[in-house]
């Protein structure tokens, strides 16, 4: 399970990605979705925000290790006004656990699936 890069658009939403086999998609629908709404009912504890902190931390430090990447990186960034990558790490650690379920209780209350299927 991951998570797909925001779009560009009118109404940005979050896209997430999950491979399952085809006789699991509904399950693995539902379990999403639970945590999803879960999000928006409970919050999230003190140790999940930090966890989902790190990742975010980890991330951005991970991609400024490749010179090609770094460039993309900071292009991307420029491009909506961003900053580098401490003002990413500061925006990261600024998030409050109230922050996310604002986020959580106005925008996952629709969602959709889509599948894709492998070439053959």
Known sequence: IGLLPISMSRRPFLAVHAL???NT???VRRGLLRHLL???ADGVTDAE???ARRRVINGH???NQRP???ALYLAARG???LGDVDEAVAAAQAVTAEDLTAVAQEHFGRHAVAVQMPAS
């Open 20 to 22: 399952c086999s085809p």
């Open 38 to 40: 879960a999000l928006r």
């Open 49 to 51: 925000l930090e966890r």
């Open 25 to 27: 998609i509904e399950q």
């Open 79 to 81: 491009l909506f006004g």
């Open 61 to 63: 430090l991970l991609v």
């Open 68 to 70: 090609v990447a770094r």
